[in-house]
């Protein structure tokens, strides 16, 4: 490769990409960032996410669930109902390396495109499958989005609202895991098919995604007696239901000072003293209700009140100047609109442009970083169909 242009992992790597929304094509993003190209299979108007835009002051409706995920991609635009497109998609299918679909289960077979089909033409294909529930039983052949598996997944009622109503996750946290965990897992069947020759399927549900993101709150549900039922939400104390607390690891939460909060994670034993000195408060050392974590867990409560009467003598952001002096794990809860303005984010080179012009827009790069490449396209997106003529030829 001539310098400045490095080779990437997966140069000469060709993916098909039927996915739509936000997790199958966060992962067909991260492969292409990797070197893959990575084209998309749109239905003639477009994919679901090229539709879902925020309304922005002064300027043209911006496709932002669409526009991070899809960075130098390519696009087909056919009709999959017809056998014309089918036999399109079969040829491109044969020259490709990765498959990665997200139709509810069974679809993809009935058009003829499922991974018997495709792998009959093309032996060494990698098939990677995305569902919203597992399709193993009756209870995973159901559609799903991010806010659905969420909830099904327990991950509402972990922080419900004072009144109990289940709490929406702001963003789409189960849909961008999966796109990770998805692309992971394709690496890993290219890897194995590379050392071992085994064309793998793939396949990641999102529930189980959602399901692993809280394995070490599930692991202490799995395990408590059954005698030790938890208590219904209306069973408990309003006041109470923020400070009851499963593991020995506080303080970690928020705490509010003179002005708002801010957040301290302070349980590690000499963290624990070292917190207490800076706060002017010493005696916690040897209070019997905060004498080691298990003991500061019970009685997080009071704690929790012990904490807040020493931390409403400066505000947040002193406080957080002075624990961070001391070595401890402090800072303030940014909004998004701060979040985009902070040193950090600016250090850590997150925002990315796209395109050039009056059609730039700027979006969010993927994280990895590697030394001897940049796992960065900044092309944007293609237009539905742009690739039609190039890539299906004649039919």
Known sequence: MPEGNPAKPLDGFRVLDFTQNVAGPLAGQVLADLGAEVIKV????????RHITAVLPHRPPLATYFLPNNRGKKSVSVDLSTDTARRQ????????????????????????????????????????????????????????V??????????????????????????????????????QAVLAALLNRERHGVADTVRVAMYDVAVGLQANQLTMHLNRPSSDAPKRPEQTPAGARRKRVAFATQPSDAFRAADGYLLISAYV??????????????????????IDQRARAINYAE??????????AKTAAQWVELLHEGGLMACLAYTWKQVVTTPLFAENELALQVGSGDDAVTVIRTPARYSSFSAVLADPPPATGEHNETLLGES
């Open 42 to 49: 749109e239905a003639p108007g477009g994919e679901a996410a």
């Open 89 to 144: 998609i079969l040829r491109l299918a044969d020259t490709a390396d990765v498959v990665l679909e997200g139709f509810r289960p069974g679809v993809m077979e009935r058009m003829g495109l499922g991974p018997e089909d495709l792998r009959a033409r093309n032996p060494k294909l990698i098939y990677a499958r995305l569902s919203a529930f597992g399709s193993n039983g009756p209870h995973g052949t159901r559609p799903g």
């Open 269 to 290: 034993p000499k963290h624990w003293q070292r917190l207490c000195e800076i706060i002017g408060q010493p005696d916690l050392l040897d209070d019997e209700r905060f």
């Open 303 to 312: 704690l929790t009140e012990e904490l807040e009467s020493a931390l409403a």
């Open 146 to 183: 991010d806010l659905m598996i969420a909830a099904e997944a327990g991950m509402t009622t972990g922080m419900p609202t004072p009144d109990g109503k289940p709490q929406i996750i702001p963003f789409q946290l189960v849909d961008n895991a999966s796109g990770h965990v998805l692309a």
